[in-house]
């Protein structure tokens, strides 16, 4: 009888998560203009509101994903990337640290960052080196 009751309940929560992730019209529609050729698409909302949907592009084995506000506006969207893809001064900067992984990240306003992991922590660059965070 617990083995069924808790596989009720697993079910529940699931069903729960399942209805939880799915974003408003408005940003479905939104993603699918900007990224008509996304696979495997998992969407998560952000504390603050906003969606985030991981995916992948066909031919591209790169991790990516894409944030959008609730009303379906694009805010950014993040690539990784290797480290000797990063620009110069930003590998510049990073010397000597243990670096975990890095990414570019292209905002709605036409500017590029670059976020390196660095001790649990991520760092944010613009492409001159300088630290942004």
Request: with cysteine.
């Amino acid at each position: 009888m617990k083995k069924i009751m808790l596989l009720g309940l697993f079910a529940l929560c699931s069903l729960a998560t399942a209805f939880a992730a799915t974003p408003p019209e408005a940003v479905l529609k939104a993603f699918k203009q900007k990224y008509p050729d996304a696979q495997d698409v998992d969407w998560s909302k952000e504390k603050n509101g906003e969606w985030e949907a991981e995916f992948e592009l066909p031919g591209n084995s790169k991790e990516m994903s894409a944030t959008f506000s609730a009303d379906g506006k694009w805010l950014e969207t993040e690539t990784e990337i290797e480290f000797s893809e990063l620009p110069a001064p930003v590998r510049s900067a990073l010397q000597g640290k243990k670096v975990k992984e890095v990414a570019r990240i292209e905002k709605a306003d036409g500017t590029t960052v670059y976020e390196a992991e660095v001790k649990r922590k991520d760092l944010l660059f613009d492409a001159s080196g300088k630290v942004l965070n």
